[in-house]
């Protein structure tokens, strides 16, 4: 982890705007990374087995995933059977809120969001390639960040529960950490320490987590080669498994 060298990135994929916020046609944490994980754009967004890649160089193909999982699995699929591939899957644990006229330009003054990011909520969406997830030229990384969020303010609300704003924008601000997933003990270690043979009830209740994203979590590390599990009952029991990929 380099903080100073992804506040550069930042401020790159920043100076990229030419008409303010929200005007990217790439997004601004998306280009950021790219930058982080590659300052070299002669590298970016490839042409590669009929897709493009975002980063493409000695090290292999880098792709960052800043949306739903749901529609990269077959690109994925087809990366994996000829390069060593970075997955990059970033999580926002600090959030500052900050509302847009769209009409004068005029910024609020940020407010903190309470919500507060978790590893853990990523498994929804690793549900989504769990059957590459053993994959052993696939590596996950999870750069931590803090960020600001635009929103642009409109009238009326076009639905029942409209909450009135379009989100037009997320900012990284910082970069607090970084996880890497290459191996089966990276995966354990996101486990609380003893917890063996445990049910995804006792996951949930270990982790305070709810029991949706435990169950996730219990398959997606099953699917990384690092749980086994067996029937007790009416529930699964997962164990550690030891070693890596």
Known sequence: MDTEAFRKAVERAKARESGGIGTLAEKTL?????????PDETKHEAELCGFFAD?????????????SFFHIDR??????????VTLVCPLIRNK????????TGEMTKPRSSPKKGRIESLFFELMHIRKRLSDKNLMIVVPVI????????????????????????????ALADERVFAESADWLMLLPDGLDGFTVKELEK??????????AMARSIMSAGALRREKRDASYVYYRI????
């Not at 998306?30 to 590659?38: C, D, F, G, I, Q």
């Not at 980063?55 to 949306?67: K, S």
């Open 30 to 38: 998306h280009s950021a990374l790219k930058y982080y994980y590659e």
């Open 55 to 67: 980063i493409l160089n000695a090290d292999g193909v880098t792709e960052i995933q800043t949306g």
């Open 75 to 84: 690109k994925l699929g087809v990366f994996l059977g000829e390069y060593p």
């Open 96 to 103: 500052r809120i900050i509302y847009l006229d769209p009409e």
């Open 146 to 173: 803090d960020a600001d969020e635009y929103r642009v303010k409109r009238e009326p609300k076009r639905r029942f529960r409209d909450k009135g704003y379009d989100k037009f924008e997320l900012v990284p601000t």
């Open 206 to 215: 270990a982790l305070g987590i709810p029991n949706r994203v435990a169950g």
């Open 242 to 245: 030891g070693g890596g990929k």
